[in-house]
């Protein structure tokens, strides 16, 4: 069966600071990737989407990057956080076809200080 | 564009009492919709979907929806509600472009006891 690990579970960091979050997938080989963002209140935030290695969409211009380095990895980074990048960061994935529902992993809790 | 409403930021319930959350969706062909479940702190989990075959859709911790054409609506139901019940629900519809899922903003729901 499919897992899908997401780590650290939680997270503080100094603004100015980087940041690098980590996803996997196992059990699946070609999935779509997906990372995306609770801020109190404002729902379901789109961040980055992958299709492949190497391919990344980005939905909402910020000071976050993602990349796909193998098949299965997903990694969310900053150079310098900044206080409004505090959320719950939820890395997903799903199967490549439009009525797959996604899988979601545990979440990071990320506050910046 | 295509969009996803959700009636009702919270939604109060007696235990025992009929759940009803309603979700609304916008769509100029038949979607594919799907209702998510999450719990506080965690990761969203997929409750039900409907891929355009029967019209009542039957779940998981016994919710069901229906998919209604006419009024272009997919509302979740319990018949009785239970503690465990309490969390955030959230529908969402495929965006049958590009993979993604358009996401209702979420209602919580709260059980009374």
């Known amino acids: 069966s499919q897992t899908i690990h997401q780590w650290p579970a939680t997270l503080v960091q100094p603004v100015g600071s980087p940041l690098s979050l980590e996803c996997t997938v196992e059990?699946?080989?070609?999935?779509?990737l997906y990372w995306y963002r609770q801020a109190a209140g404002r729902g379901l935030q789109l961040l980055f989407y992958?299709?492949?290695?190497?391919?990344i969409s980005s939905e909402v211009p910020q000071n976050l990057s993602a990349s796909r380095p193998q098949d299965r990895q997903f990694i969310l980074s900053s150079k310098k956080l900044l206080l409004s990048d505090s959320g719950f960061y939820l890395c997903?994935?799903?199967?490549?076809?439009?009525?797959?529902?996604?899988?979601f992993g545990n979440g990071t809790r990320l506050t910046v200080t | 564009a295509q969009s996803v409403t959700q009636l009702g930021s919270h939604v109060s319930v007696s235990e025992g009492a009929l759940v009803l959350l309603r979700c609304n969706y916008s769509?100029?062909?038949?979607?594919?919709l799907f209702w998510y479940v999450q719990y506080p702190n965690q990761g969203l989990q997929l409750l039900l979907k409907?891929?355009?075959?029967a019209t009542l859709v039957k779940g998981i911790n016994g919710f069901e929806a229906e998919f209604k054409k006419s009024e272009t609506s997919f509302h979740l139901t319990k018949p009785s509600a239970h503690m465990s019940d309490a969390a955030e629900y959230f529908c969402?519809?495929?965006?049958?472009?590009?993979?993604?899922?358009?996401w209702g903003a979420g209602t919580k729901l709260i059980i009374k006891p």
């Open positions: 969402a519809v495929s965006d049958l472009g590009n993979y993604q899922l358009i």
């Open positions: 769509s100029s062909v038949p979607p594919y």
């Open positions: 992958s299709v492949g290695i190497g391919q």
């Open positions: 409907y891929t355009s075959a």
């Open positions: 997903a994935w799903s199967e490549g076809v439009v009525y797959s529902p996604l899988h």
């Open positions: 059990g699946t080989s070609n999935p779509n």
